[in-house]
């Protein structure tokens, strides 16, 4: 494994913990909570359970490496959400620099034809082996 492949390992590790740790800690504590906490800024509260469910089994599948783009996309426009519905207003330090980081590696691993150490890569690889043996 290269090195640049072994970078971006890391960061869909890092980036599925995250928004797995997020996702969790909307259910725990709470979903009510955060369909208030959402309708208080003029979203609809319904939808928290998408956001939620979303990082909790979007993390989860980025970091085995199942759907990773699609989770990325997901992620992004979760983002983008937080960042100009949420964030903006309190400005950069202490406001969307984090959501912005996050924002900027779920773009790089929808992009990222990288599948290092992904159930993805394992069960499509394998498919196409069988595949090319059998042609």
Known sequence: MSKHETGAFILRVILGVIFFVHGLDKFQAGIG???????SMGIPGFLAYFVATIELVGGIAMILGIGTKVVAYLFSIIMLGAIFTVKLSAGFLDGYEFDLALLG????????????????????SSNQDSNEKAS
């Open 33 to 39: 909570n955060t369909v208030g906490f959402f309708d």
């Open 105 to 124: 590696m779920s773009i790089y691993v929808a992009l990222s034809n990288n599948t290092a150490l992904s159930l993805d890569k394992a069960m499509f």
